[in-house]
């Protein structure tokens, strides 16, 4: 069945879809791939979010966050270090973490802001109060541990 162009399947199906394009493909872009496949950008989305999630972890391999030194390409991988110069799971795991690590000093400093206004006994104070200091202790943890960006492991 067609609807706007796009067959509509279900999300495994669809999921299955990404795999093997990206697989013949060798890497693409968002655009790229929900082009090829005529799909809707988000329906694209949502099928490498799904196959990320459930198809993905049962065949053995991956789609790692795309990073910017490979133009923000998706690929299909089960190898933790890149071997073939296509960045594998490590470098997007690293990327995306450092995305993370940023949202979460953002809102922080958001909290900070708001703590700043806020009456320190009203339930908007308390919660304004409790998360500025479990978001410090993560962060005093994250700075314990080393930046996001610093992927070197332990031996």
């Not at 509509?8 to 990206?22: F, K, N």
């Not at 496949?37 to 694209?44: K, V």
């Amino acid at each position: 069945m067609t609807v706007d162009g796009w067959r509509r399947h279900s999300i495994d199906r669809r999921a299955l879809d990404v795999l093997a394009e990206l697989e013949q493909i060798g890497g693409a872009t968002l655009t790229e791939l929900a082009d090829v496949l005529g799909w809707p950008r988000s329906s694209t989305y949502a099928a490498i979010q799904h196959a990320r999630a459930h198809v993905c972890p049962a065949l053995g391999v991956t789609i790692p966050m795309p990073v910017p030194d490979d133009g923000h390409r998706y690929h299909v991988t089960g190898d933790w270090l890149a071997v073939d110069g296509t960045p594998a799971i490590e470098a997007g795991t690293a990327y995306a973490m450092g995305q993370v690590e940023s949202r979460l000093r953002s809102i922080h400093r958001d909290v900070q802001i708001a703590l700043a206004n806020l009456e320190p006994r009203s339930i908007p104070g308390r919660k304004a109060n409790f998360l500025d200091k479990r978001l410090a202790h993560i962060f005093d943890t994250l700075d314990a541990i080393g930046t996001a960006t610093n992927t070197s492991r332990a031996s």
